[in-house]
């Protein structure tokens, strides 16, 4: 199976005019994130990060404003991800019925009237895999958050890391400008489902990952 890249998003919010704060990818080898500040000043993040991750290779940068951040972004995936036996994963990042991700990056892409980037990169969803191949219910009740699927089914390393008990809080980490924990908090999350995928592959085969292409549909 190609080498899996897991990627994960924070955001102001859900509404169309909510911008991406923070975008990361846990490649085979270690880590790139990349931070907005909305214009303000920065402590050293990477530093920071470093202290609590002491076993993972991190690189972080940071970027005045989200169409500084996206297109950062965007020369990562054309150097990095484009070219390479990859398949990008993310935890209900696109699913048949919708997902968080990817449709909100495709409206910030195109609010800034940026090229899509994830041109001939296949992806594939561990959200459906894990709830059609794994048993994720406890008290009678299912499972599907990825922190709390992560605590079923990984060794609970990676949620150590996290500063935040939900995605909620990193709204308000990023508007009190901890971007730090902010980006903790993106890492950790991209680790997480770094380590299902992996718990998917092993345990499921690889035809339960149902890959598609994210190269736009052109009419003929």
């Keep these: 199976m190609l080498d899996q890249v897991a990627f994960d998003i924070e955001t102001t919010g859900f509404d169309v005019d909510d911008e991406v704060t923070t975008v990361g ?55 990095r991800i484009q070219d390479a036996d ?3 994963i993310a935890y209900n ?47 009678g009740e299912e499972q599907h958050g990825l922190a709390a699927v992560y605590e079923l089914l990984g060794d609970g390393s990676h949620s150590d890391i996290d500063p935040f008990e939900d995605s909620a809080a990193a709204v308000t980490a990023f508007e009190e400008g901890r971007f730090d924990e902010l980006v903790l908090h993106n890492v950790a999350d991209i680790l997480r489902t770094q380590a299902l995928g992996r718990v998917a592959e092993r345990y499921c085969g690889k035809a339960e990952f149902n890959v598609k292409s994210l190269t736009p549909t052109r009419d003929a």
Excluded: C
Aim: glycine share 6%; proline share 6%.
């Design 93 to 139: 990042g696109e699913v048949w019925s919708g997902g968080f991700d990817l449709p909100f990056l495709r409206t910030r892409f195109a609010r800034h009237e940026l090229a899509w980037p994830f041109v001939d990169v296949p992806y594939a969803d561990v959200l459906p895999v894990v709830s059609d191949r794994f048993n994720t219910t406890v008290d």
């Design 25 to 79: 990818f846990a490649l085979p080898m270690g880590v790139r994130a990349f931070a907005q500040t909305s214009g303000r000043g920065s402590d050293d993040i990477e530093a920071s990060v470093k202290a609590r991750l002491a076993e993972t290779l991190v690189n972080i940068s940071t970027h005045p404003d989200e169409a500084a951040l996206l297109a950062a972004v965007t020369e990562f995936v054309a150097e």
């Design 86 to 88: 990859v398949l990008l």
